[in-house]
Nanobody, 124 residues
Framework: QVQLVESGGGLVQAGGSLRLSCAAS????????MGWFRQAPGKEREFVAA????????YYGDFVKGRFTISRDNAKNTVYLQMTNLKPEDTAVYYC?????????????????WGQGTQVTVSS
């Protein structure tokens, strides 16, 4: 029904910046929100940020503390995650996902469709 493809990951030094992109393709859908999650090796997937598609309202995980910004481009069916002041503990595979109803933004169980992820590695 929908395909989500993440890009923009890579290797960056601590304190640097990256912008991740998630492009949606396939059948046209009316999403409620899109989110970013991340997962480090051996750890559970955790919530990073989410954005309401219609209003642009944003929600962030507790660890972000102003360093990350989520945004969307309606014309391109793309959501972005601008990451600044990156830290080694930000190293993880970053995934985007879409959901179609309200609820707990940080819950992975409310996002039925996921991308394959993009690797972000932050060196000391």
């Amino acid at each position: 029904q929908v395909q989500l493809v993440e890009s923009g990951g890579g290797l960056v030094q601590a304190g640097g910046s990256l912008r991740l992109s998630c492009a949606a393709s396939g059948r046209t859908i009316s999403s409620y929100a899109m989110g970013w999650f991340r997962q480090a090796p051996g750890k559970e997937r955790e919530f990073v940020a989410a954005i309401r598609w219609s209003t642009g309202g944003t929600y962030y995980g507790d660890f972000v503390k102003g360093r990350f910004t989520i945004s969307r481009d309606n014309a391109k069916n793309t959501v972005y995650l601008q990451m600044t002041n990156l830290k080694p503990e930000d190293t993880a595979v970053y995934y985007c996902a879409v959901r179609y109803k309200s609820g707990i933004y940080s819950s992975i169980y409310e996002y039925p469709y996921w991308g394959q992820g993009t690797q972000v590695t932050v060196s000391s």
